[in-house]
């Protein structure tokens, strides 16, 4: 088994006896540090460590859109924080660059909340747990795919997206395709890869990884987000869009989503001092109508124009692509269409 991307793990004295937490700890390395944290004690710190707690609130909720874009119906069920990566652009570096990897262990209360929510949800519905941590970066440790994976058998109408950028698909691997699993991956050109996404396996890598569970039957998606818009980025993408659909069938791909770079003003305001050397982060950037930093609109639609095309070009006419946090006026713009929410929901929906 990999390494794990953590050095210790404190676990809170209240869900050491929890299914989740004993069968995390019987995977561990032997000659890995563990801790049990007793009530009161300080909270840990730090990338380095592993803390298995209890989520108090809410596991489900919806997607945090930005004002004013094009919401797409997307839900996220939230089994962890924090990132064992170090993208420069994730926004997990600058509002929590001091929490711990984070795993819940009252997965109980996770799938109840779940199967409350999916009762009222009308309709086909994508539910995602890669926002405020990778999907897969854990697995090998958490188990989340195979337990995710039998929490929504049962509900054919709830689309569960993967999103990951690792290449840990053993387990999803290791069991049949699920009509309604998605398995995702962020990508960029490897240059950008290199520079801005410390930590993660490679784009060749990745693309091994979604081939490999697209062979075996699995639906697979990619995230072209963030989009950065530098000298060559035209041929860079273009490369990307082609060996995407040189490793995986195109039929096998059940949506891709477009996104340029964007960030609020006080990351500069606040952390400008840690982003030095990183061009992407002050080139020629406006405030959008959310109040984020973006390119120029008529440079993000040319880009979004262009990688449609690149896209359908090596992917065929019938590839299901989306903006992420656009508005409908770019999606007009860029995609020939200002959808609703529901016409988007719909689409993707199908597309699983």
């Known amino acids: 088994m990999t390494r794990p991307p953590f050095r210790r793990v404190a676990v809170d004295r209240e869900v050491l006896e929890t299914p989740f937490a004993r069968e995390l700890l019987g995977r561990l390395p032997a000659d890995l540090p563990v801790a049990v944290r007793e009530p009161g004690e300080p909270a840990p710190r730090g990338r380095a460590t592993l803390h298995v707690t209890r989520e108090p609130g809410a596991f489900v909720k919806p997607c945090p859109c930005s004002p ?27 509002y929590a660059p001091d929490e711990p990897l984070t795993v819940y262990a009252n997965l109980e209360d996770a799938a109840h909340q779940f199967r ?15 926002e405020f941590a990778d999907s897969l970066a854990l697995d090998p440790w958490t188990g ?24 840990e698909v053993e387990a999803v691997a290791a069991v049949g395709p ?20 410390a930590g993660t396996p490679g784009l060749d890598a990745r693309l091994a990884a979604a081939a490999r569970l697209a062979t075996l039957g699995h639906r697979v998606a990619f995230h072209f ?10 041929a860079a993408y273009g490369a990307v869009a082609r060996r995407l659909f040189e490793a995986v069938d195109p039929a096998r791909v059940a949506w891709v989503s477009l996104g340029t770079l964007r960030f609020p ?31 120029f609109w008529p440079l993000r639609r040319a880009a979004y124009r262009h990688l449609a095309a690149e896209l359908r ?7 299901r692509i989306y903006l992420c946090m656009e508005s409908p006026a770019m ?4 995609l020939g269409h200002e959808p609703t929410e529901a016409e988007v929901a719909a689409a993707l929906s199908r597309g699983a």
């Not at 004013?68 to 420069?88: D, E, H, I, K, N």
């Not at 409350?116 to 890669?130: D, E, F, N, V």
């Not at 070009?313 to 590839?319: A, E, H, N, Q, T």
């Open 68 to 94: 004013g874009q094009v919401r797409c119906g997307y839900q996220v069920l939230t089994l962890g924080f924090q990132c064992p990566y170090a993208c420069s652009y994730c926004f997990l570096g600058f």
């Open 116 to 130: 409350a929510a999916a009762r009222g949800w009308a309709g086909p519905t994508r539910l995602g747990t890669g």
């Open 144 to 167: 989340h795919a195979r337990w995710l994976r039998d929490l929504v058998a049962p509900h054919p109408s709830v689309i569960l997206e993967l999103k990951t950028k690792s290449v």
């Open 178 to 197: 699920l009509p309604n699993l998605v398995v995702a991956w962020s990508v960029n050109p490897p240059e950008r890869i290199a520079a801005d996404e």
């Open 225 to 234: 987000d963030p989009v950065v818009l530098e000298e060559g980025w035209e």
């Open 265 to 295: 003003p006080r990351f500069l305001e606040q952390w400008g001092a840690r982003l030095q050397g990183r061009r992407a982060f002050f080139g020629e950037l406006l405030p959008g109508e959310d109040g984020k930093l973006r390119y």
């Open 313 to 319: 070009r090596w992917g065929g006419d019938g590839l």
């Open 331 to 334: 999606w007009g713009a860029a």
